[in-house]
Nanobody
Framework: QLQLVESGGGLVQPGGSLRLSCVTSESTLEDYAIGWFRQAPGKEREGVSCVSSDGLTYIADSLKGRFSASRDNAKNTAYLQMNNVIPDDTAVYYC???????????????????WGRGTQVTVSS
């Protein structure tokens, strides 16, 4: 079973940047679309981004201009770059995988079949 491990979270001041990483357990990241999701305390999970196996990228409208997603198949790693963060970005961030495309991507990510355990991002001064 495909395993995903997120890293890169932590405490960051408003206006700062973080880059989250999602490493896969298999050497075939190119077969998967990688979605990023987040969940803040007391809130429902929301979609952040999706990058298909061929690099097509979707970013949630509310995050465009601040967040970007990418992947490096040679390193079996997907990335979420977070810039100019705000306190509302505080959440646990998860990566998840589906086959090849982001066709089944949704804000809740219910159809993605493999999930990491998440990494905490806290934006605070």
């Amino acid at each position: 079973q495909l395993q995903l491990v997120e890293s890169g979270g932590g405490l960051v001041q408003p206006g700062g940047s973080l880059r989250l990483s999602c490493v896969t357990s298999e050497s075939t990241l190119e077969d998967y679309a990688i979605g990023w999701f987040r969940q803040a305390p007391g809130k429902e999970r929301e979609g952040v981004s999706c990058v298909s196996s061929d690099g097509l990228t979707y970013i949630a409208d509310s995050l465009k201009g601040r967040f970007s997603a990418s992947r490096d198949n040679a390193k079996n790693t997907a990335y979420l770059q977070m810039n100019n963060v705000i306190p509302d970005d505080t959440a646990v961030y998860y990566c998840a995988a589906d086959w090849e495309t982001c066709a089944r991507y949704s804000p809740a990510g219910d159809l993605f079949f493999s999930w990491g355990r998440g990494t905490q991002v806290t934006v605070s001064s």
